[in-house]
């Protein structure tokens, strides 16, 4: 008798959708059935969105795949018919060999890829549990110390100067930065009595991602930074971490995106406290 198995994928759109609206319902899926098998077909880059709840992780692979056509549901320039071929074909390799209860993925027709909530809502289980490697990396860099995670994705030099000195100088300097710095922001000259890290230098294996240090990274850190909202600072709200923003941002958006209303403050509202006599309280250390 064949094991019972849920295939999810293959999802070929944004990661920022993927986070919030397919990922969560193959959790909430798992979680309530653990004994139907999890098979996931997704760019390997994603695969810690699912982590531990996947039985079985397919490398979906796409011929000139650019992040600038991840679009909502879809990938731009994909033909309908190609992508409907990518899912029989991950179906007719396991249908042999598993009891497929259900087979999952986005409907990209016509203008559905723009429709967030295909899934249900109230089945998106946000609790993300990455592939074990990625705590592992973490937890060794760590080493026990405290530790605030920046994103830098989005800052220009200037204003990572402006913020991260004044962030250097509020807090106690047991604290070290572990950043996602994409665009090589030069930090080291800032601080050269702080621990800087940057998580997006990373050499990862088969078995950890960006995301999955990412998401390990926010669940361990004392508060999430961010210039605006990212794509980390959006993880950072569903993972329930704290999150300061550098600049003001949409109250009626970030309604539609913190499903556990997280908290969220401006950096600068934080600065009026710098001079107390102990400026890290201003941050809940």
Not at 85 to 91: Q, R, S, T
Not at 194 to 205: A, N, P, Q, Y
Not at 233 to 243: E, Y
Request: charged content about 25%; aromatic content about 12%.
């Amino acid at each position: 008798m064949n094991i019972k198995a849920n295939i999810f994928g293959p999802f070929v759109g944004s990661i920022s959708w993927e986070m919030y609206s397919f990922a969560p319902y193959a959790i909430n899926m798992k979680k309530e059935d653990p004994s139907t098998q999890l098979i996931v077909y997704t760019r390997p880059d994603r695969f810690d969105l699912y982590g531990t709840y996947a039985d079985v992780l397919i490398p979906l692979r796409i011929k000139n795949d650019n992040v600038k056509f991840h679009h909502k549901f879809m990938l731009k320039g994909l033909d309908i018919s190609n992508y409907e071929k990518m899912a029989h074909m991950v179906n007719r390799k396991y249908k042999p060999y598993r009891d497929i209860q259900n087979h999952i993925y986005p409907n990209i027709k016509d203008d559905n890829h723009s429709i967030r909530w295909q899934f249900p809502r109230e089945l998106m289980d946000y609790n993300f549990s990455p592939r074990k490697s990625n705590k592992n990396m973490i937890d060794k860099l760590l080493n026990g110390s405290k530790m605030i995670f920046i994103d830098l994705s989005n800052f220009y030099m200037e204003e990572a100067f402006y913020f991260l000195t004044k962030l250097d100088l509020t807090l106690t300097k047991d604290v070290m930065f572990l950043c996602y710095n994409p665009h090589d922001v030069d930090c080291s000259v800032l601080f050269s009595s702080r621990k800087i890290v940057d998580l997006s230098k990373f050499d990862h294996g088969e078995s950890t991602s960006t995301i999955g240090c990412s998401i390990e990274a926010i669940k361990q850190s004392i508060m999430t930074v961010s210039m605006n909202l990212s794509e980390i600072s959006h993880l950072s709200l569903l993972l329930k971490k704290q999150l300061f923003l550098c600049r003001p941002y949409d109250q009626e958006f970030v309604k539609t995106i913190n499903p556990y209303k997280t908290s969220i403050q401006l950096v600068d509202d934080l600065y009026a406290n710098k001079f107390k006599e102990k400026p890290e309280e201003s941050f809940k250390l």
